[in-house]
């Protein structure tokens, strides 16, 4: 380097090229590099493309060679000597540590020595961008949570919104009649069957119900009489008649089976307290006791009483009428408090009710 050795002043580096460093190898390519520039510029001088002036002033013209050398020289290149690569191990004045030939060119820029300070600092950053990154992850995690609940809340307060406008809605729409309940007793008198000596005895007389009503009647009719409404201080819970002898406890309903243990009531909502309403007391004539057999001996004037939880309550007769089965007016109020003792009549063909009327006295 700076021309002060060459090649044959020193011995070849015979060291493999993977035991040197790489600022070895960086400093090598320089100095090839440095070496070929320097022959390509011989090379010029040798050929005449170079002209060098004299202390005289007279051009001064090389040899000429032959094309052949020529191109031999420009392809040889010479390795490395061994001067060259300890001269360009060693720390140059100018600046340290960078090889620095006679033009000044500065071959590579080594690596210069780690900052204290700037590494605190790049961990001090990586610190913080860490805790802003887990920032950012809890507040999407927060995001989320709050979006739910607000999903949640909102589809709360939907529900609640379509239910009061469908109660609007259903509120709005009329009202529709319920379909009326047939009842037997609204087309026939209560207390009809077949006389004992009829065959097959003594049974509920389907040939009092109009044809036209036979399927409601066997599928609304029955199934509805078994019912039996609880009873109250007002309910009437027993009839007396002197004159006939009765004392017998009534049994809420006019159908087949409550006329079966007795005198039935009808189930119109009538109590013996009521100040209007007619209470319609029924019984057989023929069969279960025979309690209503002897109504046609009643006659005006004569009294009868029925008793509930809290008093007893007289009743006057006023007379008594003949009807068919399907004369159910009788059963409707006479506009004052009112009774009505029903049979079949008479006795044992049961074709015809004996209806007998009585009036509410003061007692």
Known sequence: INGKYSGKDVMRDKRPVDELTIEELERILAIRKREERQQRMDRMKRHGRMVESSPNGAKQHPPQESLLATHQAALTVPAPSASLVADAARPAKNPPGLPQFDDGVIVDEPQTAANPSRNIGKIVLNQLLLLVEVAAVLGIIYLAYTMFQSIGKLEEETASAQQQINEQRLAALPTIAPTPQLRLEQFVLPGGHTPPTAPGGAQFNLNEVPENLLPLVQSQVFPEILRRPQPTTETALRVIIPKLNINQSIVQGTDWEALKQGVGQLQNGINPSDPL??????????????????????????????????????????????YKPSDVHVLNSRGTASATLISCYPYQVNTERLVVFADRIDT
């Not at 279960?288 to 002897?294: D, I, K």
């Open 277 to 322: 309403g007619n209470l319609v007391l029924s019984a057989h004539n023929d069969i279960y006791g025979e309690l209503f057999r002897h109504l046609d001996q009643l006659e005006a004037g004569d009294r009868f009483q029925v008793q509930t939880q809290n008093q007893v309550y007289t009743y006057q007769i006023t007379g008594w009428e003949l």
